[in-house]
């Protein structure tokens, strides 16, 4: 069995190899913080999984299987789905991962279950009528609660589902500006993990974890200095939300 900076090293390349992402010790920095410790992880789910990268990883490091919920239509070999076929080629772990074509809302697992779910940049793109409104539209919170009850059910008891993305407040477009880090985010298409957060309780979700996100190329440093609300605010606004099912 191969050591995991092993797994690491052949999973890196391979991604480096067949995307934008230029620099494997960046790229392991953003997927280890993301993904945090998989160890034992068996069984994954990865919701809107775009390329596949985080999928690919799970299975690189020892996942038995992995479903890449994505609902992008077939594609040219830049399309995400095309990069997905390289990279399954590619890895010697590849075939564990399943590409469900379609969304979430579609997606039937059967009776299969998961013990670790992650959703990487795509939980306001599930909906993003509902995301924008939820605060203040009953119907809208209601669908997001139905989404997070569906994933509750679909997590193996002490599973972790662990969610990325922006948050929606961030200094510079509450004054009118651009966010000179985030320049192409739709602020009032996110929630605050805090929202999300109390959502995931609300249909039984437990030790809620947040973390901001720091500048990759600042490695150990960034997340020293940037793990910080008040930080991200005025840089990125990203933030890692992880939670578990008792
Ligand atoms: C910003 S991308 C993130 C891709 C990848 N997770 C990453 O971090 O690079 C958002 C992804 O969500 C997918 N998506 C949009 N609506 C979805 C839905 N209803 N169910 C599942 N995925 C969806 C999109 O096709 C897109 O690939």
């Not at 070999?77 to 074509?101: C, K, S």
């Not at 569906?150 to 651009?178: E, H, N, W």
């Not at 910080?228 to 008792?246: A, E, I, Q």
Request: hydrophobic share 35%.
């Amino acid at each position: 069995m191969l050591s995991a900076s092993e797994n690491d090293r052949i999973f890196a390349e391979a991604v480096v190899r067949r995307t934008t992402y230029s620099n494997v010790s960046r790229l392991l920095h953003h997927v280890h913080y993301i993904l945090g410790d998989v160890h034992g992880v068996e069984r994954g789910l990865d919701i809107g999984g775009g390329q596949g990268i985080l999928s690919f990883y799970l299975a690189t490091h020892g996942a038995k299987s992995v479903v890449c919920v994505e609902p992008e239509g077939e594609g040219s070999t830049e399309g995400v789905t095309g990069i997905f076929d390289q990279l399954r080629q590619d890895l010697p772990n590849g075939n564990r991962v399943h590409l469900a074509q379609t969304t979430f809302q579609e997606y039937d697992p059967g009776d299969l279950t998961f013990d670790y779910i992650v959703t990487g940049n795509a939980i306001n793109h599930l909906n993003e009528p509902a995301c924008i409104d939820l605060k203040t539209n009953r119907n809208s919170y209601d669908t997001y609660i139905g989404y997070f009850q569906r994933i509750y059910d679909m997590l193996d008891s002490g599973g972790r589902f662990v969610a990325t993305d922006c948050s929606r407040y961030s200094l510079y477009p509450q004054l009118g500006l651009k966010n000179p880090f985030m320049p192409a985010i739709e602020w009032e298409k996110h929630q605050s993990p805090y929202q999300w957060r109390d959502m995931l309780m609300e249909v039984g979700f437990v030790d809620p974890d947040i973390k901001w996100t720091a500048f990759n190329a600042l490695g150990a440093f960034g997340r020293l200095i940037m793990n910080n609300p008040v930080v991200s605010y005025v840089t990125v606004s990203h933030f890692r939300l992880c939670v578990r099912k008792p």
